[in-house]
């Protein structure tokens, strides 16, 4: 949901989870702290040096382990493209989505300050997403979203007209996990709301006012946002002496264990899993992880008991792509009845809804899962609809 933080209609405040909090209602222990490195030989995680303003508060220090389970999961990958680390705005955790957010304002800010001096005037926030999965659409329609709520805050002169947002994709079409269909009615919703939509389209250069195409238009932009792909952080690369992917995923067995130590594990998009008879890698989304989390919470048991492993199966569900308030779209079922079942419209947005309120529960259990739940309806009609600040 970080496009939702990102565009400003969602307060991140209200939903993360407080760990310290957390841990004691559930019975582990909590560190604040970065992974720096793993020694096998010792069985320690190596904690990197907190610091502050320059200073070292905390120096690097060591958290002995019988057995460590992986979760850091994924960066944006952005193939090396040139200018793309530089100029792109990557939406990878909470402070880079609210940097966009503030980015954002300040260029919606500055086109209503243009229009109330020369209502005249041709001005509007460019925005440019690189990547039409489900993080790239999903921040396109919420942009609009937010655009036609900004005058009821203090921005009289600017409306959704004002917002110039483009997309771009390297593939033949966008939202590939999804139906053709399903997917063509998605960029229609795009752009009826006055997104261009660009397919088939490859990005050879970012530049700070503009994104350079292998066609050789240059699409100028005062947002840059790179949505393509994901890969592993640089820190697992070799980590502790463990297998790598290229792109920097540790390398797993159908089991979860990594293949060169059978005490630790990993799970979700930091984790490059290919499955007996697969012929790819499970896909890094989020209904797998939470699969994977489960697999590895029940081998652990079986090894601390000496019983044999049993291997991870991905159960593809579908998916779901939210439009914001204009539609959503998305397939359930997956391989379960043997094809897929298109949903669009109120159900899926329902069903949409109905995922996360689970995950609300499957995190802080019913009553509490509940409560928040009900102070998510509450909140949504005595608070702002947007985030400014």
Same mark, same amino acid.
């Given at each position: ?89 990557? *939406? ?64 009289? &002169? ?26 063509? &009615? &998605?960029? &229609? ?110 081998? *652990? ?89």
């Amino acid at each position: 949901m970080l496009h939702e933080v990102a565009a400003g209609s969602l307060d991140a405040n209200l939903d993360e989870v407080g760990y310290r909090s957390h841990c004691h209602r559930w019975h582990y222990r909590y560190f604040f702290g970065a992974m720096q490195g793993i020694d096998r030989s010792t069985r320690e995680v190596i904690v990197a040096p907190l610091v502050e303003a320059g200073r070292e508060l905390i120096g690097a220090h060591r958290i002995r382990f019988d057995y460590l389970a992986i979760a850091i999961g994924s960066v944006t990958n952005d193939f090396g493209t040139e200018g793309a680390a530089e100029h792109c705005l990557f *939406l990878d955790d909470r402070v880079q989505a609210d940097r966009f957010r503030s980015r954002l304002l300040n260029q919606c800010l500055r086109v209503s300050r243009a229009l109330e001096e020369n209502p005249a005037a041709d001005a509007c926030v460019r925005v440019v997403i690189i990547g039409a999965g489900a993080t790239g659409i999903e921040l396109a329609a919420e942009l609009y979203n937010s655009a036609a709520a900004l005058k009821h805050y203090g921005l009289e &002169a600017f409306d959704a007209s004002r917002l110039k947002v483009t997309i771009i994709e390297a593939g033949p079409r966008i939202l590939p996990a999804l139906p053709e269909k399903l997917a063509d &009615a &998605a960029k &229609a919703e795009l752009e009826a709301l006055g997104t261009r939509v660009l397919t088939g389209v490859r990005v050879t250069r970012v530049s700070e006012v503009a994104v350079h195409t292998h066609t050789g238009e240059s699409i100028a932009a005062d947002l840059r946002v790179w949505a393509a792909g994901v890969r592993g952080a640089p820190l697992l690369k070799d980590i502790g002496g463990l297998e790598t992917t290229p792109s920097c995923q540790l390398v797993v067995r159908p089991t979860l264990q990594v293949t060169r130590d059978d005490r630790i594990f990993a799970l979700g998009d930091c984790c490059s899993c290919l499955l007996p008879g697969a012929t790819r890698p499970v896909p890094p989304r989020a209904q797998a992880a939470h699969q994977m989390a489960t697999r590895v919470y029940d081998n *652990l048991r079986r090894l601390m008991d000496d019983r044999a492993l049993v291997n991870y199966v991905y159960r593809d569900y579908g998916s779901l792509v939210s439009l914001s308030r204009y539609s959503t779209v998305g397939s359930l079922m997956g391989n379960l009845i043997g094809g897929r079942m298109a949903i669009e419209g109120r159900l899926a947005r329902y069903v949409y809804r109905s995922l996360y309120r689970l995950h609300l529960i499957s995190i802080h259990g019913w009553l509490r899962g509940m409560a928040l739940v009900l102070v998510g309806h509450v909140n949504r009609i005595v608070r702002p609809r947007l985030k400014l600040h």
